[in-house]
T-cell receptor, first 114, second 113 residues
Framework: EAQVTQNPRYLITVTGKKLTVTCSQNMNHEYMSWYRQDPGLGLRQIYYSMNVEVTDKGDVPEGYKVSRKEKRNFPLILESPSPNQTSLYFC?????????????FGSGTQLSVL | RKEVEQDPGPFNVPEGATVAFNCTYSNSASQSFFWYRQDCRKEPKLLMSVYSSGNEDGRFTAQLNRASQYISLLIRDSKLSDSATYLCVVTLILTGGGNKLTFGTGTQLKVEL
C-alpha cells in the first residue's frame, strides 16, 4: 500500500531532550516536507526537500533540523525541544514537488514538550 | 492580511442541506488551488483540485475566481460523514524553482440530523 509512515504517533518529552520523528514513504517520491499544525494557525511548513541531499527551510525552521540521506526517509530532529514546539506534526510527500501535485500526508505525530 | 483566509466556522447544517465555503488569497500570482479535508487530529486528505473553469466531483463543486482572488467549495445534499474541517491550499511558484504551499486555517463543518 502506498503510504507515508510517521513514528511515533504520540510523544511526550521534557525540555532539552533531543528527539527524532521519523518519516518514510514507499512511493519513490522526490519531494518531502514537514509541517506543524497549531490551533488558529493552520499548517505551517518547517522544512522541505526536493530530493536526496537537498533540503530547504520553510516558514518556521527555527529549532528543527532535517536530513535526506535516502529518498524514502526524511526525519525531523529537535536537538533541544522547548514547550513552544508542542504541536501536531505532519510529514508529507509528492512525486516531484510540483505546484499541481497532490500531497500525501503521514498520520501525524502529536508532540508534547513539558 | 493573511496569505490565505478562511472563515473558521463552525458551520452547523442539517443533513441534506447545501453549504458553501469561501477562501481568499492575497497573492495574485498564486498558481494552483486545492481543497483538503481533515478529520479531527488526522492527516489532511485531498478533496479536489480547483480549476479556473470550475470542477465538480459528485456532490462537491469547486470554483476559482482569479479576479476577486477567492476559491469556493459547494457541498450539496450534506451527509453526516461530511463533518470535518476543510482546508484551502494555495500554491505559489517561486522564482528559482520550487513552490510554496500555504494552508488556510480551515473551516469546520458539522452536519446534524
Amino acid at each position: 500500500e502506498a503510504q507515508v509512515t510517521q513514528n511515533p504517533r504520540y510523544l511526550i518529552t521534557v525540555t532539552g531532550k533531543k528527539l527524532t520523528v521519523t518519516c518514510s514513504q514507499n512511493m519513490n517520491h522526490e519531494y518531502m516536507s514537514w509541517y506543524r499544525q497549531d490551533p488558529g494557525l493552520g499548517l505551517r511548513q518547517i522544512y522541505y526537500s526536493m530530493n536526496v541531499e537537498v533540503t530547504d527551510k520553510g516558514d518556521v525552521p527555527e529549532g528543527y533540523k532535517v536530513s535526506r540521506k535516502e529518498k524514502r526517509n526524511f526525519p525531523l530532529i529537535l536537538e533541544s525541544p522547548s514547550p513552544n514546539q508542542t504541536s501536531l506534526y505532519f510529514c508529507a510527500s509528492s512525486p516531484l514537488g510540483r505546484a499541481n501535485e497532490k500531497l500525501f500526508f503521514g498520520s501525524g505525530t502529536q508532540l508534547s514538550v513539558l | 492580511r493573511k496569505e490565505v483566509e478562511q472563515d473558521p466556522g463552525p458551520f452547523n447544517v442539517p443533513e441534506g442541506a447545501t453549504v458553501a465555503f469561501n477562501c481568499t488569497y492575497s497573492n495574485s500570482a498564486s498558481q494552483s488551488f486545492f481543497w483538503y479535508r481533515q478529520d479531527c487530529r488526522k492527516e489532511p486528505k485531498l478533496l479536489m483540485s480547483v480549476y479556473s473553469s470550475g470542477n465538480e466531483d459528485g456532490r462537491f463543486t469547486a470554483q476559482l475566481n482569479r479576479a476577486s482572488q477567492y476559491i469556493s467549495l459547494l457541498i450539496r445534499d450534506s451527509k453526516l460523514s461530511d463533518s470535518a474541517t476543510y482546508l484551502c491550499v494555495v500554491t505559489l511558484i517561486l522564482t528559482g524553482g520550487g513552490n510554496k504551499l500555504t494552508f488556510g486555517t480551515g473551516t469546520q463543518l458539522k452536519v446534524e440530523l
